[in-house]
């Protein structure tokens, strides 16, 4: 269609070339929305060792042992600069390498599998454009029982659940961008889903929170439940909270929400946090306290 335009007006390359290098800039921009929504700098980041972006290397502790991201950039020797879209696409979709092995559920695929296609192939667009950065990956180091990567085809088989997140007809418009913003690309559940022994995801106690959570950290209950969740916050108060971290009593948000608010939620558009806290505030409430006592207290422990 382009070509059509161009072939017939003599100064075409200004009327060609300007609306795509609009329309490639718009894409870049939703790219990199998306990329901040879904976190994916905030682990494939070493930010502790100040580790260059997208290289990886950072750990993540976890009861199976401690994960070391891996270099995401397009790096050809070191990052997956010679992947292809499908490969990326099937790594996202299906938790599967180039080379056919599965991958640990630390990569938060389970999450990002409900990713819309448009979203997925946007994201890839951004990140294959991303700086490459020459960083060998290193292993992860973990207890024995879970270092033979094809026993995780029976964990898939338990509760991974492929398929892109199913729009609700009896929700509202703004309600499903906010399952979608969540579930799929902020994959809340990831760390505030308490999980079963195998680390599977209670999806009954969807939001509830734990006590073991990333970083051996308890993760506070987000239902809407009176007292053991956040059911005393307004919709407003949850905006807040994504935008400055700030919480109705004025602490601010710390551990790993921290960097969640920094370098994910404060990037959002305002309908889009809406979309979220209108959601969270939708949830069955499950009363499951798991809150950890305020640091600063006068008591002994
Ligand atoms: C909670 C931390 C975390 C987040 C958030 C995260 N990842 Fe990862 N990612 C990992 C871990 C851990 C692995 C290694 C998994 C393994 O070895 O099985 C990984 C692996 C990968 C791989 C495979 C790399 C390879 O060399 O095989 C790709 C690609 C990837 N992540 C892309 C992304 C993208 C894109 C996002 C954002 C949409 C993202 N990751 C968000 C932790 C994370
Ligand atoms: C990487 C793990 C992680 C992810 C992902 C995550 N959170 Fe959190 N969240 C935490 C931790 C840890 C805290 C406790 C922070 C603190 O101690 O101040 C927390 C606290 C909160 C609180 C405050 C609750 C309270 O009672 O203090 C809200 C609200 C919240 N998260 C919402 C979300 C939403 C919505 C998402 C998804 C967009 C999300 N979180 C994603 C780890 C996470």
């Not at 454009?129 to 088989?157: C, D, I, Q, S, T």
């Amino acid at each position: 269609m382009l070509r059509r335009t161009c072939a017939v007006i003599a100064f075409g390359w200004l009327l060609c070339v300007a609306p795509a290098t609009g329309a490639a800039q718009d894409l870049r921009k939703h790219g990199e929305y998306l990329f901040r929504a879904a976190g994916c700098a905030t682990c494939h980041t070493n930010e502790k060792n100040r580790g260059a972006p997208l290289a990886g290397g950072r750990a993540l502790k976890t009861p199976f042992g401690v994960f070391y991201t891996p270099n995401i950039t397009p790096d050809p020797e070191t990052g997956i600069g010679r992947w292809s879209e499908a490969d990326f696409t099937r790594a996202l979709r299906a938790g599967v390498s180039p080379e056919g092995q599965h991958y640990y559920p630390a990569f938060p695929y389970p999450s990002y599998a409900r990713m819309r296609d448009e979203d997925v192939r946007v994201l890839w667009a951004y990140l294959s454009k991303a700086k490459p950065v020459r960083r060998a990956n290193k292993p992860h180091e973990l207890l024995w029982f879970v270092r033979y990567r094809p026993l995780l085809g029976f964990w898939k088989a338990l509760f991974f659940r492929p398929g892109p997140y199913q729009s609700r007809s009896d929700r509202t418009e703004i309600w499903n961008r906010g399952a979608y913003l969540a579930n799929a690309v902020g994959h809340c559940g990831e760390c505030h889903t308490p999980r079963n022994l195998l680390g599977g995801m209670k999806e009954r106690m969807a939001m509830a929170g734990t006590r073991a959570g990333p970083e051996g950290d308890p993760i506070p209950n987000i239902t809407p439940h009176k007292t053991s969740g956040i059911g005393r916050w307004r919709e407003s108060d949850l905006m807040e909270y994504f935008d400055s971290g700030m919480m109705p009593d004025g602490d601010f948000a710390g551990d790993i929400m921290a960097e969640v608010v920094d370098n994910s939620l404060r990037h959002l558009t305002q309908d889009d946090r809406r979309a979220i806290a209108g959601y969270i505030l939708s949830l069955p409430p499950v009363d499951n306290p798991v809150r950890k006592e305020k640091k600063n207290t006068d008591s002994d422990f």
